[in-house]
């Protein structure tokens, strides 16, 4: 938690100046905006992915089982 606090005109100030804020900071309540919207999108493309190699698999049986029979005739 940020022991220091200063007005917002010099954190401003000392921010622009390119000095070190981070102790006017309290990282504990920092926020990622977006994060769990990415998360989502991680987990459908990774379903997505799933369902995918799962079909293709069904497929690749299904056409393994026709050329066995195709190389019987």
């Known amino acids: 938690m940020a022991e220091n606090s200063i007005s917002s005109e010099e954190f401003d100030r000392k921010f622009d100046a390119g000095e070190d804020i981070s102790e006017y900071i309290d990282w504990s309540k ?4 977006g994060r769990e919207q990415m998360t989502k999108i991680i987990h459908e493309y990774a379903e997505t992915k799933r369902r995918l190699l799962e079909e293709a698999r069904r497929i690749d049986e299904i056409l393994n089982a026709l050329q066995r029979e195709t190389n019987r005739r």
């Not at 920092?30 to 905006?33: E, H, I, S, W």
């Open 30 to 33: 920092a926020k990622r905006p």
